[in-house]
């Protein structure tokens, strides 16, 4: 049986939400979708994510929302982080952070294993993202029967690092963050099926989902500027990773952009 997911970038903006609202169930019967991660981070309104966005994106056929560096802009998500099985946080914040890094969640008998984890290089500086992941595949070895990591990074070496000492490790490996999909999907030599960057599901014309004039005023001036979302046409980016149960690994990858 093949078990197809789909990925999607960071989702930019009230409009980006009311896109996969009005559209993901329907892009989720059209190409057999059985299992549908997001990342959310961006997703409320004044950016970050909030319970209004993330109950959104669960409602209209996301199975599993990760996040990243604005995770905990809305004080409001730490106890959501806490209840919600869903939803993950980068796994390398401080022990005693709200929520979890890794979940295991249920779809068609099999047990999907979500991680998240941020980057170090032009980022908080936090634990470790290499220990963090082989800390995390320990905790939930045994308990799972496909892996999924997003990387929230900034740097590509970064990421294609990760994706080199994880590889055969982990199933699925995508990065977030930058908002700009990258062009190079591949199935990895031992198995694991790997991309730099989902891309963003946000406004097309802004600046990584945001105003363009914010950014321009913010980069010309270096004075303070209050960053709203842009209002313009929302494109989704992602990918599709199909995994075959029989063979146990993903034998196929391809970039989705709608
Ligand atoms: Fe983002
Ligand atoms: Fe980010």
Same mark, same amino acid.
């Given at each position: 049986? @093949?078990?197809?997911? %789909? ?12 896109? &996969? *609202?009005?559209? %993901? ?14 990342? $959310? ?7 970050? @994510? ?18 990243? #560096?604005?995770?905990? *802009? ?8 806490? !209840?919600?099985? $869903? ?11 709200? $929520? ?5 969640? !249920? ?8 991680? #998240? ?20 595949? *320990?905790?939930?070895?045994?308990? !799972? ?5 997003? @990387?929230?990074? /900034? ?14 490790? @982990? ?13 190079? /999907?591949? &199935? ?13 599901? $946000? ?14 005023? *913010? ?40």
């Amino acid at each position: 049986m @093949i078990f197809r997911i %789909l990925a999607l970038g960071d989702v930019a903006g009230p409009n980006a939400v009311k896109r &996969i *609202k009005e559209e %993901l169930c329907g892009i989720r019967d059209e190409q057999n979708v059985d299992f549908v991660v997001a990342n $959310g981070e961006n997703s409320a309104a004044s950016n970050g @994510i909030d319970i209004q966005s993330a109950n959104t994106l669960f409602q209209y056929g996301v199975d599993a929302i990760t996040t990243g #560096n604005h995770t905990f *802009k809305r004080r409001e998500i730490r106890e959501y982080l806490d !209840y919600t099985r $869903g939803i993950v946080r980068p796994g390398n914040f401080p022990p005693d952070t709200s $929520g979890r890094g890794y979940t295991v969640l !249920y779809c068609k008998n099999l047990r999907i294993l979500v991680m #998240n984890v941020l980057g170090v290089i032009y980022l908080e500086p936090l634990a470790c993202p290499f220990h963090t992941v082989d800390r995390m595949l *320990k905790g939930a070895e045994g308990k !799972y029967d496909i892996s999924i990591l997003d @990387i929230h990074a /900034e740097a590509t070496s970064e990421k294609i690092a990760m994706s080199h000492y994880f590889d055969g490790k @982990i199933d699925i490996i995508f990065g977030t963050h930058t908002h700009v999909q990258t062009a190079d /999907e591949r &199935i990895m030599q031992n198995g694991t099926a790997y991309i730099t960057d989902l891309g963003m599901c $946000g406004p097309d014309d802004s600046v990584l989902g945001i105003k363009t004039e914010n950014i321009i005023e *913010k980069l010309t001036t270096h004075m303070p500027v209050k960053f709203d979302f842009s209002e313009n046409h929302v494109t989704l980016h992602g990918a599709v990773f199909d995994y075959d149960t029989d063979m146990k690994k993903v034998v196929r990858v391809e970039r989705f952009v709608r």
